[in-house]
């Protein structure tokens, strides 16, 4: 089992690539929702920017189900057992489906109330509803997709995944333009070819299982141990990634607080930081399943190494790209806006994020490494931890209420600078021993 020098590389590269361009694939769906919208008017856009809001918070939380199954069947793939491996996939999947479809219902049934908080016009919250309402029935589909996507990289497949988003952004493309458009739906058009393209990618993953299943004499039936040790699993991994959430939030309060030019600075400044972090998630992927590999076979040396390796690449990636938006600080807010002054607003904002960017490129990997290991309880109570310091950060800035450049510099100090030591320091204590390669498979 050879992992050192540049097979360990390639390994990497081959796994991070591929899975690099599935994740893109998914602010393309968001981008071209709102062109398509766009052309329709003001009110479609703005219902289209609430719907959104609501969906993308359900599917962020609900990412678990491809951080927990990744791992599960990661381990027994690295084990020699491709056909426990698949199964326990497959079990994932059948738990997302179920998972979804009490979502898509209880969401269904809330749309307008989840609408109703926004206190939009009624313009706008109709159409949101209508969004909404038709939206909420592709929520099975798109979980069943993190399960599935979560399968194939335990099995080292990411170039699957990438194919299989490439048609599914093709598809929703080409279908929202005809409903929208061609049959006149109008927004309606709109969520109902997104549905039906993430419906479409179900059946091409179901196809690919169904015939990873057959080669591997796996079972396709559900599992009740099974699905219970994805739920078990999935539930820590759901409270870390609700912290994340809680944080993220947070900081966009503050931002608000602060003043409309500089809620939309940070707009920006986060949308360079959730830029860097496509390449770092991948990087991070390409962590989860060789790490849940090589536990699954035994071998501690290779875990070590494939430890060290990707924290490197973490680490001068995030050199690299913080040298990049340190160089172009002053002209960014040019390219989004075309604004001076927003320019020179955020411009010491994005240094504090360029100076940052080593320590996110580090924590990104980290945070693969352990997802890999399945130390999901781990990750969460430390997702707790880290609010500690946070918190306090940002009600010191609430009561600041410093404004402008530098109340902006602080609040990217508060998250780039706070928030992210305080997950290098949870998460690089735990890789330091031994502990973290022995949570439960």
Request: glycine share 12%; proline share 4%; charged share 10%.
């Amino acid at each position: 089992m050879a992992t050192k020098g540049t097979t360990l590389n390639r390994d990497i590269l081959r796994l991070a690539v591929p899975a690099l361009g599935a994740l893109v694939a998914e602010p393309l769906f968001l981008i071209v929702d709102a062109a398509l919208v766009g052309h329709l008017g003001i009110t479609p856009l703005a219902a289209l920017g609430i719907a959104s809001a609501v969906l993308q918070t359900i599917v962020g939380l609900m990412i678990f189900l491809a951080y927990s199954t990744t791992p599960a069947v990661a381990r027994r793939f690295g084990a020699g057992d491709p056909a426990k491996a698949v199964s326990a996939g497959v079990d994932g999947m059948w738990l997302a489906l179920g998972l979804g479809f009490v979502l898509a219902l209880v969401g269904y049934l809330t749309t307008p109330w989840l609408v109703s908080l926004f206190g939009a016009t009624d313009a706008v919250a109709a159409d949101a509803e209508t969004y909404l309402g038709l939206s909420m029935w592709g929520l099975p589909a798109m979980l069943i997709v993190f399960a599935a996507t979560g399968l194939l990289r335990g099995v080292q497949n990411t170039v699957t995944p990438l194919w299989i988003a490439g048609f599914g952004f093709t598809a929703n493309a080409l279908m929202n333009a005809l409903f929208i458009y061609g049959f006149g739906w109008g927004i309606a058009g709109s969520a109902v070819g997104t549905v039906v393209a993430q419906w479409g990618m179900v059946a091409a993953y179901v196809a690919v299982v169904s015939r990873l299943a057959r080669q591997h004499a796996a079972s396709i039936r559900p599992h009740g141990v099974g699905m219970r040790t994805n739920a078990r699993s999935g539930g820590w991994m759901f409270l870390r990634t609700l912290t994340l959430r809680g944080a993220l939030l947070a900081t966009v309060g503050v931002a608000t607080g602060l003043g409309t030019e500089e809620l939309a600075g940070w707009q920006v400044v986060f949308t360079i930081f959730s830029t860097a972090a496509f390449a770092l998630d991948a990087l991070a992927i390409a962590a989860q399943a060789l790490i849940g590999k090589y536990l699954g076979a035994g071998s501690t040396p290779a875990v070590e190494r494939v430890l060290r390796r990707t924290l490197a690449w973490g680490a001068w990636f995030g050199v690299f790209v913080g040298g990049t938006v340190a160089a172009l600080s002053g002209v960014i807010g040019l390219i989004f806006t075309g604004d001076p002054a927003l320019a020179a607003l955020i411009q010491p904002a994005l240094l504090v994020l360029a100076v940052a960017q080593p320590v996110c490129g580090v924590v990104f990997v980290l945070d693969g490494v352990l997802i890999g290991a399945n130390d999901g309880k781990y990750l969460a109570l430390a997702g707790l931890m880290n609010l500690a310091p946070f918190v306090p950060m940002l009600i010191v800035l609430v009561f600041l209420d410093a404004g402008g450049a530098a109340g902006l510099a602080w609040l990217s100090a508060a998250f780039f600078g706070v928030y992210m030591l305080a997950r290098l320091v949870t998460l690089g204590l735990r890789v330091r021993g031994t502990r973290w390669m022995h949570a439960p498979a």
